[in-house]
């Protein structure tokens, strides 16, 4: 069906067109469009159509009707309908609730040593950690906190020897820290036997090597990034 405001249009002679874009501008203009690709898609179809009608269908018509489906017009319409699809789906997604995902906080070391409460002690008083409790009686588990790392310490079933094996060169813990050389100075002080003293690594860290006093080797590293003076 014609709608009214195409019917009422003066009829069109397309007998001057020498191409298809000479007739799809003559329809453009004869609807109140300066140039093909502003007429609608719909439109332009719908006027294609009473043209065919108002013209018997002649060859030229006919042709502009069978490539008004691939005209630029009728493309940009298409793709300006693909993009609110999936903007609408991009929304539609946005209030989807998603499945809650977990996260890694930290890592914890966790040492079996011969004495829990020595071990805990020796933290607290040259590493500068706060004992945050103990556990059994008399002690069986032990944790150890500073600046929000925390160390655990398991009791040793008697006659065994903890931690043995260890690579050459190798460490029972890596803490990254930052201010490297007060810390060492600090550690020093307080007694700590220092196996290294603040070493530039090939890997481009500033690193401590420490003994504990149950013989665990504890490694502090800074990277040169996060270098504190």
């Given at each position: 069906?014609?709608?009214?405001?195409?019917?009422?249009?003066?009829?069109?002679?397309?007998?001057?067109?020498?191409?298809?874009?000479?007739?799809?501008?003559?329809?453009?203009?004869?609807?109140?469009?300066?140039?093909?690709?502003?007429?609608?898609?719909?439109?332009?179809?719908?006027?294609?159509?009473?043209?065919?009608?108002?013209?018997?269908?002649?060859?030229?018509?006919?042709?502009?009707?069978?490539?008004?489906?691939?005209?630029?017009?009728?493309?940009?319409?298409?793709?300006?309908?693909?993009?609110?699809?999936?903007?609408?789906?991009?929304v539609?997604?946005?209030?989807?609730?998603?499945?809650?995902?977990?996260?890694?906080?930290?890592?914890?070391?966790?040492?079996?040593?011969?004495?829990?409460?020595?071990?805990?002690?020796?933290?607290?008083?040259?590493?500068?950690?706060?004992?945050?409790g103990?556990?059994?009686?008399?002690?069986?588990?032990?944790?150890?906190?500073?600046?929000?790392?925390?160390?655990?310490?398991?009791?040793?079933?008697?006659?065994?020897?903890?931690?043995?094996?260890?690579?050459?060169?190798?460490?029972?813990?890596?803490?990254?820290?930052?201010?490297?050389?007060?810390?060492?100075?600090?550690?020093?002080?307080?007694?700590?036997?220092?196996?290294?003293?603040?070493?530039?690594?090939?890997?481009?860290?500033?690193?401590?090597?420490?003994?504990?006093?149950?013989?665990l080797?504890?490694?502090?590293?800074?990277?040169?990034?996060?270098?504190?003076?």
């Amino acid at each position: 069906m014609i709608p009214p405001s195409l019917s009422t249009k003066p009829s069109i002679n397309l007998s001057f067109a020498r191409n298809l874009a000479d007739a799809q501008h003559a329809i453009a203009r004869r609807y109140g469009f300066s140039s093909w690709p502003k007429l609608n898609a719909r439109e332009a179809l719908t006027a294609i159509a009473h043209i065919a009608i108002e013209s018997w269908l002649s060859p030229t018509v006919f042709c502009v009707a069978l490539f008004a489906r691939a005209s630029r017009a009728t493309l940009r319409v298409a793709s300006k309908l693909q993009t609110v699809r999936r903007r609408e789906m991009t929304v539609r997604q946005a209030h989807e609730p998603t499945p809650p995902v977990g996260r890694f906080q930290s890592i914890v070391p966790q040492f079996t040593v011969p004495d829990v409460v020595r071990t805990a002690e020796y933290y607290r008083d040259v590493w500068g950690f706060n004992i945050l409790g103990y556990w059994g009686d008399p002690p069986l588990f032990a944790i150890v906190e500073r600046d929000g790392i925390e160390l655990f310490f398991n009791q040793a079933n008697p006659g065994t020897t903890p931690r043995s094996g260890r690579a050459r060169g190798a460490y029972d813990a890596y803490l990254r820290v930052s201010g490297i050389d007060a810390l060492a100075a600090d550690l020093a002080g307080r007694g700590a036997a220092i196996l290294e003293a603040p070493v530039l690594r090939e890997y481009r860290a500033r690193e401590v090597v420490v003994s504990d006093c149950n013989g665990l080797i504890i490694a502090l590293g800074e990277n040169l990034t996060d270098h504190v003076t």
